[in-house]
Every structure is written in C-alpha cells, then in structure tokens.
C-alpha cells in the first residue's frame, strides 16, 4: 500500500509563490506516474499536472507551475508561482502504476489527504 502526505500548502498574495511537495511511502516510486490535482469548492477534481519522465500541464497552470520529482527521496513538488485568485483549492497528490500520464483521476491508484492553497486577492 502506498501512502501520500502533501505539504506547503497556506496563504499567499496573488502574484506570490508557493511550492508544494508530497513524500510517498511503500511501493516503488520511481516506477509510478504522479499528479497533482486541485478541487475548489463547489467544483470537480482537475488535474494539474503530471511527471514521469516527462512532464504534463494543464493549460490553465503552464508557464506557471513547474512539477518535478526527487525519486531518491520518493518525493514529488509543484513549484506555483504567478499564483491567481483562481488557483485557490485544496491540492491533492497523488500516484498512478501505469507508464502513461493521465489526466483523468479515475487512472490514479494512490491519493494524498489534500493541502489548502488560498490566494488572496
């Protein structure tokens, strides 16, 4: 079983910066596609971003955010920054076994608590 714990998450100005990181347990986490998805309040779950060994956007974030993954350390972050009012939501990571990176949260096997992004105006 894998287990995944975000951290980073908090309060910050629009135009600020935040970087956030999710340290995995168990399995083999060099092998895994990770994500990141966000879901504000009232809305679905979207993707973010992805990273195995290549990296994928949603069109939303590019340019701004940046994913990148330490497999010696099973850890994987999401460098936000230019952050918007808009990007404000709970921030879920999140592993998936394939070898091809998904968008859809139905592929990922493994998911994280959540930590709270909030970007003041």
């Known amino acids: 079983q894998v287990q995944l714990v975000e951290s980073g998450g908090g309060l910050v100005q629009a135009g600020g910066s935040l970087r956030l990181s999710c340290t995995a347990s168990g399995g083999t986490f060099s092998t895994y596609v990770m994500g990141w998805f966000r879901q504000a309040p009232g809305k679905e779950r979207e993707f973010v971003a992805a990273?195995?060994?290549?990296?994928y956007y949603a069109d939303s974030v590019k340019g701004r955010f940046t994913i990148s993954r330490d497999n010696a350390k099973n850890t994987v972050f999401l460098q936000m920054n230019s952050l918007k009012a808009e990007d404000t939501a709970v921030y879920y990571c999140?592993?998936?076994?394939?070898?091809?990176?998904?968008?859809?949260?139905?592929?990922?096997?493994?998911w994280g608590q959540g930590t709270q992004v909030t970007v003041s105006s």
């Open positions: 999140a592993a998936d076994r394939s070898t091809i990176i998904q968008t859809d949260t139905g592929f990922y096997d493994y």
């Open positions: 990273i195995r060994w290549s990296t």
